[in-house]
């Protein structure tokens, strides 16, 4: 089966140019793997989170620095301990 694929068998039978299919398969996967990851990005998932249509052209959000957090948990102790 495997010589068939290599001698020309496809193009010879169907017209077929197997270096045609080749480039369009690299080309393809890219593309469906960009797609695959805006439309999962939109969809709710089983939690219902979604992201916004046009999330893909906004800028990252700035990471927390090692200080935010430590303020972060020093508000949250004092929210929840009463002080």
């Known amino acids: 089966m ?25 080309l393809a996967t890219p593309f469906y793997l960009l797609i695959y990851m805006y439309l999962d990005g939109i969809i709710p998932n089983a939690f219902g989170i979604s992201e916004s249509l046009l999330f893909c052209l906004r800028s990252k959000r700035k990471p927390m620095l090692n ?15 009463g002080n």
Request: net charge negative; glycine share 10%; charged share 20%.
């Open 2 to 26: 495997l010589e068939f694929y290599l001698r020309g068998g496809p193009h010879i039978i169907l017209g077929l140019n197997v270096n045609v299919a080749w480039w369009c398969l690299g």
């Open 67 to 81: 200080d935010d957090f430590i303020a972060a948990d020093e508000e949250e102790n004092r929210i929840f301990n």
